[in-house]
């Protein structure tokens, strides 16, 4: 699945309502959204009361899926204890012909006599046995063999090369839906989801109290490196006790970044002889990402960190050419057709 896909799904963690060109620096480094999450969990209990990014809490409603044969114990957000069941259906559907389904599960719509060629369509290849059961997904409606369907959402998720893929939903074999809403695959798509929510709140550091003072020390070292931005090495607070994970986490991230606008800001202050308002053009975009950097945050997400990098680096880049074509004017260096060409290509890029 597509990493837009996980997103749109699973990580809605910016908003194009609340940014515009300037704060999402043309589209390259996104405003975090501050809207209420509002996501229904995949039970369909609830709604998440978080804000959009933050880590969704799990549903603490009783879990629904049992059958009579097992019974699931655990909360709703838990994984479940209990096995599938693979009896039969004993229901009769609406055109009193019997269930195509399996006790416990949603009971699909299609119906062996009424809808048989549907029903009987080889897709796996299993389908057209006269004792197959079948499973329905709600969230697009299709119905599968559930021995093949099983296998399908069991079997670990590889690459071409036999890699294992970054997290990503189970999606339904025909028509790519993400599979967000079953019984049956519940504990799947819980275990998925849960990778999520890790993602989502990556903390560097594990809760002892020991390891966050190391950490502390750590940060406070690299601290009195940052000698370009003093009112923010005053604003990190790392004197402050009882620092959450979090806390260290986003410290740790706007020490890095700081770190690196540094060098660059560094690097503009080589140029004598720039005109002036190149120089200050280049100023001016350290100036912003500085600002973005140090804005108050539960969290850099995933997202946010890898499009700060990037535009750093674009910007070390676009410092690294405006200091070639210095070096070239100085020099009074005639380029030849060839190279023209790749210095112009470069500028565009």
């Not at 996501?39 to 933050?54: A, T, V, Y």
């Not at 389908?127 to 959402?153: I, K, S, T, Y």
């Not at 000698?227 to 004197?239: E, H």
């Not at 260290?248 to 140029?271: A, M």
């Amino acid at each position: 699945m597509k990493e837009e896909s996980i997103r749109k799904y699973v990580f809605p963690f910016f908003s194009i309502i609340l940014g515009d060109c300037s704060r999402c620096f043309r589209g390259r480094v996104h405003v975090p959204c501050k809207a209420k999450c509002d996501r229904p969990l995949f039970c369909k209990h609830n709604k998440c009361e978080k804000k959009c990014g933050d880590p969704c809490d799990l549903c603490n409603e009783r879990c629904t899926w049992e059958c009579l044969h097992h019974k699931c114990t655990k909360s709703c957000g838990e994984l479940c204890d209990r096995p599938r069941c693979n009896e039969p259906c004993t229901k009769l559907l609406p055109c009193q012909h019997p269930c195509i389904g399996l006790c416990g599960e949603l009971c699909p719509k299609k119906c062996r006599e009424c809808h048989k060629d549907e029903v009987t369509e080889i897709y796996f290849g299993t389908e057209d046995e006269p004792n197959a059961r079948f499973v329905e997904l709600a969230d697009c409606g299709h119905v599968f063999e559930v021995e093949a369907m099983d296998q399908w959402m069991d079997q670990a998720e590889t690459t071409s090369d036999r890699k294992p893929v970054a997290v990503q939903l189970k999606l339904c074999p025909k028509c790519r839906v993400p599979i967000l809403t079953s019984l049956r695959y519940g504990n799947i798509i819980k275990k998925i989801l849960a990778d999520c929510e890790r993602i989502k709140q990556k903390i560097v550091i594990d809760a002892g109290s020991g390891e966050r003072d190391l950490e502390v020390g750590r940060l406070k070292l690299r601290l009195q490196e940052i000698d370009q931005f003093p009112k923010d090495r005053i604003s990190m607070m790392l004197n402050r006790k009882n620092l959450t994970n979090d806390q260290i986490n986003v410290i740790d991230n706007q020490i890095s970044f700081l770190s690196f606008l540094q060098r660059l800001k560094v690097d503009i202050g080589y140029f004598e002889e720039l005109p002036q308002e190149k120089k200050e053009n280049l100023e001016s975009q350290v100036e912003q990402l500085r600002k973005r950097v140090m804005e108050f945050r539960v969290r850099f997400s995933e997202q946010e960190r890898e499009e700060l990098n990037e535009e750093m680096c674009r910007i070390q880049l676009l410092i690294d050419f405006r200091m070639l074509k210095m070096q070239l004017d100085i020099r009074d260096v005639q380029l030849g057709v060839s190279d023209t060409a790749e210095v112009f290509f470069v500028k565009e890029a």
